[in-house]
């Protein structure tokens, strides 16, 4: 397929996979969406226990989402944990509702320790949920990290919210969301809009794309 503006290529396991600066990855051989740690409902939930968090971060996901869906043949959405934040709020409907707007794609989830919601809601919604690992040759999807990875087999997962911290030449620092791949296992960076990052520190041997000003850039 072509390739735009922003976006990288990664051969792995024999398989295609296109990396988005919407922080997601397009199996291209399958045509699945992988997409890990949205949180959706994250800031209801945070209002309602009378924090301050921004009102439009819903739609803002909603809106990346759409995105996705337009620029890829999707027939398989696939969420790497963490969908929604905690238990139920008003956030679950509008994301609901946006999901039948698409009755050709399969929604999936692989359960992440935030994922709590009554099973019924999945259910009434059309969404598939599976425990992880959850297995699609030749890749082991999961939301944590596996302890143990078989030979032949690589690990997709999420949970970590990875990113790097890069120094300007001022010696300030910025940090951006990445994607880590590493010997038998990759971390996707976190899809939702308020979510934050936790600082990885690659090895040597690691591969690392950054995601910033609408790219995605290789660093090692």
């Not at 290529?9 to 398989?15: F, I, K, P, S």
């Not at 759409?66 to 620029?71: A, D, F, I």
């Not at 960076?189 to 040597?204: I, M």
């Amino acid at each position: 397929m072509d390739i735009q503006a922003g976006e990288q290529v990664t051969e792995l396991m024999g398989q295609t996979l296109l990396l988005s600066p919407l922080k997601a990855i397009y199996w291209v051989d399958r045509d699945i969406l992988l997409l890990a740690d949205l949180h959706l409902g994250k800031e209801t939930h945070f209002r309602k226990k009378g924090l301050a968090a921004p009102g439009q971060i819903l739609y803002e996901n909603l809106q990346k989402l759409e995105r996705l869906v337009h620029r890829f043949p999707v027939q398989r959405m696939i969420f790497l944990g963490d969908l929604f934040h905690s238990s139920y709020n008003d956030a679950w409907q509008p994301f609901s509702s946006w999901m039948a707007d698409y009755p050709n794609i399969s929604f999936e989830l692989v359960e992440g320790n935030h994922d709590i919601l009554d099973k019924r809601l999945y259910e009434a919604s059309g969404m598939t949920v599976h425990k992880e690992p959850f297995e699609l040759e030749p890749f082991l999807l999961s939301h944590h990290p596996m302890e143990s990875i078989a030979a032949g087999k690589y690990n997709l997962y999420g949970h970590i919210h990875p990113g790097v911290a890069l120094q300007g030449p001022a010696k300030q620092y910025l940090k951006l969301p990445c994607f880590l791949f590493q010997k038998q296992a990759a971390i996707l960076p976190a899809f939702g809009q308020f979510t934050g990052l936790a600082v990885v520190q690659p090895l040597k041997e690691d591969k690392v794309w950054v995601i910033g000003d609408d790219k995605v850039i290789g660093l090692q």
